[in-house]
């Protein structure tokens, strides 16, 4: 019997060697596993794969993927735990389980013959697994691969001999390394091998997350799988692999979301630079732009002379990452902007459309693209079409020579649109941003915009030659590092800029056409409305049959189901048979005769589901009776080719959710005996205002221990209640109280930045409390130290100063206060 456990415990650990560290899932219920659809998940603790967050909720790769699954079949997890700070102990005795029968599964196993003989895997692997090599994220710009010559490479492994050596020994041979190993304890040891010069790269796995790495090799790609016990329920069994199926063909990118979010194989997108480059952009000196004067929205000046623009902005945030000094140069032409460029007289030219052709013809080097758009067509003709009519075009256009009209060649897209909106042409395709800009501003508000499907443009920025690849490899990371949401505000910062156009001037410079205009408007909307009663009647007839037909499918299961349809603008939900479940009342909506605020409700939703966030997603909805609603969002969005069709999905009201969960926080905030916020919660409130100024009070209770010792310590508590509560009655409501722990309370008064206010603040709250009285009739003092919010101060600065006030003030005697860096103490 001891000699079959030594066999079990030896398989054990060469499978924790085979598999990624070999994380576990999905697991049964107590009982029956076919009765109650519980599945017992072996669950080691390991980064990434099967973890726990800092409040003990499970997260990791194996943990959500098991939980898509049970979005499939239904199913509940049991996560078996087991002690031990050594993964490699706690996987042994989780494979034991396994096999004696007491868990179900285990996540992220390699297959082998020799393991298919003690275990049942899944059909499907649910995600693969790569061997890597590694440095930190400030040193991958200092690592580089040339297969064409042999190179030394020191690599930190934990173990050398293993599965993963064997891998990179392969690898070696390959790319022409003559390798060497630097023998590790930990990841930790590892790390700081490369961080000291004793190892050039560390071995790794792509599902071992190692904080502030970056990937820069990987290799030997494995498929990972779900295995079971021989004897676990076969109906199970293929419950999840046709769940493992369903989820690959519904979202063939879940896997790589998961592994991105996970164990994202660049580190963080956070731009890093090395010492060397460094010193290399403190030598570099001044580095001067080419900004066009006249390409709006990407590059333009202003009516007060600024330069400004999409490009513009985003090469300040660029410089401010980088430490990079930029220096604006106006060119009033595109073909001045090459001269310059050609000249010397710039470095790097700002916006330019990402063309290979472009760059050799007049030698620069081109950066990663920052944006990609479509194209559009600007006209004012009604029916939108090209054939036929005179069709402005810029001379770089891939537009040019398939129109079928006259085509009219201006240098520039902003001259193409003026050329319509001067009647010189009957409509130019320019790309969408360009087009929506215009549109924006008041004299082109007779211009139409419609999209034009198959052309994309990318704009980008030129590096002037004489090349070099360090300064195009810092520029290109700095861009890659910049988040969407900041590209994105700036694209909309600069489009949505627009000149507008009183009434009183557009009557005054047309008073005919107005008057005209009004009475030709009052007839088209009459006209306009009995039109659109009538193919409203016909839209809704067939509305009605395609509604029923989803009905009939989502009637089967249990949820609220939608379907939007990007082409129409229509929305559609779908109930379950017979049910009146409150999101049927919040979200009501009369297709013939809707309340103003079912439409404000119903715009609200379909701007939820425009933002195209694929996936699932919380959101505060304003719902029909007037109130917020928390709502949960599933959705996937259907696209024909780059263009979103339809997006499907479900939703769920989940107010009592939140509000256990913000009740959750809020305890997790504050004190247990006071209801004060507690030291992180203090500090962090804190933190957070002092950019706008304050002061902020520590505060002692004179002789706490004195008060436990002689009247006990349910009078101490009784006293430490007594004054929050009085505290918090003599101050704002926008003013902060914390209890750090003990007797000491900290109170921040933001706004406050005079000697005088603070000194009031303070003798306030000091007679405030002094009117709390002791079991024995004494009355309760306390001494504070305070301090006024320095310019540009942190917070321990500002702590230590008023602390060493309040020590400052327990020396004169307490029962006192004393404002830091200002005058003697104050107790009268």
């Not at 943990?63 to 087991?82: I, N, R, S």
Request: one cysteine or more; proline letters at 4%; charged letters at 25%.
């Amino acid at each position: 019997m001891r000699g079959q456990h030594q066999k079990v415990r030896a398989a054990a650990l060469a499978l924790a060697l085979l598999a990624v560290l070999a994380p576990s899932l999905l697991p049964a219920a107590s009982a029956s596993v076919k009765d109650q659809a519980t599945v017992r998940v072996a669950y080691p603790i390991q980064k990434g794969i099967t973890d726990k967050d800092g409040e003990g909720r499970y997260t990791g790769y194996t943990y959500e993927f098991l939980e898509e699954v049970a979005q499939y079949t239904g199913w509940d997890y049991e996560f078996v735990e087991v002690p031990g700070e050594d993964v490699q102990e706690q996987l042994v005795t989780l494979m034991e389980m396994l096999d004696e029968g007491t868990v179900d599964l285990m996540g992220a196993m390699l297959y082998s013959d020799q393991m298919a003989e003690r275990y049942s895997f899944s059909s499907y692997n649910y995600g693969m697994v790569e061997t890597v090599l590694q440095v930190p994220d400030d040193m991958a710009s200092e690592f580089a691969i040339n297969s064409q010559v042999w190179q030394d490479l020191r690599v930190a492994a934990g173990n050398p001999e293993g599965q993963y050596a064997r891998e990179l020994r392969d690898y070696c041979s390959i790319n022409r390394f003559h390798l060497s190993f630097v023998p590790c304890g930990t990841e930790e040891e590892q790390v700081a091998a490369v961080r000291e010069g004793r190892a050039d790269a560390l071995l790794n796995t792509s599902m071992n997350a190692i904080a502030n790495v970056k990937t820069i090799a990987a290799f030997a790609s494995k498929p990972v799988y779900f295995a079971s016990r021989k004897d676990w329920d076969n109906d199970m069994m293929s419950q999840l692999n046709q769940a493992i199926h369903d989820i690959a063909q519904s979202n063939p990118t879940f896997m790589t979301e998961l592994m991105e979010k996970y164990f994202p194989s660049t580190g963080t997108r956070s731009f890093t630079l090395s010492e060397a480059e460094k010193a290399y952009i403190k030598d570099l000196g001044v580095l001067r732009v080419g900004v066009l004067e006249d390409w709006p929205p990407y590059q333009w000046r202003d009516e007060q002379g600024e330069l400004r623009g999409i490009a513009v902005d985003l090469l300040r945030q660029v410089a401010e990452v980088t430490g990079l000094e930029l220096s604006f140069v106006p060119v009033p032409e595109s073909k001045h902007l090459f001269e310059v460029a050609a000249s010397g007289d710039v470095e790097l030219i700002a916006g330019i459309p990402y063309s290979y052709e472009l760059a050799r013809q007049f030698d620069f080097s081109l950066l990663r693209p920052f944006l990609s758009s479509g194209y559009s067509m600007v006209t004012a003709d009604p029916d939108g079409t090209t054939e036929g009519k005179r069709v402005a075009l810029s001379m770089d256009s891939p537009y040019r020579g398939i129109t079928g009209g006259e085509e009219l060649l201006y240098s520039a897209a902003s001259l193409c649109v003026q050329a319509v909106a001067d009647g010189e042409a009957d409509c130019a395709i320019v790309d969408s941003y360009t087009a929506q800009y215009y549109r924006n501003q008041s004299g082109y508000n007779r211009l139409r915009v419609i999209p034009t499907p198959g052309e994309i443009r990318q704009i980008t920025c030129g590096l002037v030659s004489p090349r070099e690849s360090g300064l195009i490899s810092i520029l290109n990371r700095a861009i890659l590092s910049l988040p969407d949401e900041n590209i994105q505000s700036i694209v909309t910062q600069n489009i949505a800029i627009s000149s507008p156009l009183t009434v009183r001037q557009l009557i005054e410079e047309n008073p005919v056409a107005v008057v005209a205009g009004v009475v030709a408007l009052a007839g088209l909307i009459i006209v306009m409305i009995l039109t659109i009663q009538h193919q409203r009647t016909k839209a809704n007839r067939r509305l009605a049959l395609e509604m029923e037909k989803h009905r009939q499918i989502y009637a089967l299961v249990n949820d609220v189901f939608f379907e939007y349809d990007y082409r129409s603008g229509q929305l559609t939900l779908t109930y379950p048979e017979g049910e009146l479940r409150p999101l049927r009342v919040l979200l009501a909506y009369d297709a013939e005769d809707p309340t103003a605020a079912q439409k404000r409700t119903r715009r609200e939703l379909i701007r939820q589901l425009r933002a195209q966030r694929d996936g699932v997603d919380e959101v505060a909805l304003l719902c029909v009776d007037g109130t917020e609603h928390w709502i949960r969002l599933a959705m996937q969005t259907v696209r024909d080719g780059d263009r979103p069709v339809y997006s499907i999905g479900k939703l769920n009201l989940i107010d009592d959710e939140r509000r256990e969960k913000d009740s959750l926080l809020a305890l997790a905030q504050r004190d247990s005996l006071t209801r004060a916020y507690n030291a992180a919660t203090i500090r962090e409130r804190v933190e957070a205002e002092l950019s706008q100024g304050g002061a902020l009070i520590i505060m002692d209770v004179d002789r706490f221990k004195n008060i436990n010792d002689t009247l006990g310590h349910l009078e101490g508590d009784r006293v430490l209640v007594g004054i929050t509560q009085t505290v918090a009655g003599s101050i704002r409501e926008d003013d902060l109280v914390g209890r750090p722990g003990g007797d000491e309370f900290l109170i921040f008064l933001p706004g406050v930045g005079a000697r005088e206010a603070l000194d009031k603040r303070c003798a306030v709250i000091r007679e405030r409390v002094r009117e709390l009285r002791l079991l024995d009739g004494n009355c309760v003092t306390v001494s504070m130290g305070a301090a006024l919010v320095r310019p540009g101060e942190t917070y321990d600065e500002l702590y230590a100063r008023a602390d060493k006030a309040l020590y400052q003030a327990k020396e004169k005697g307490r029962d006192c206060f004393v404002v830091a860096d200002e005058g003697p103490p104050v107790s009268e």
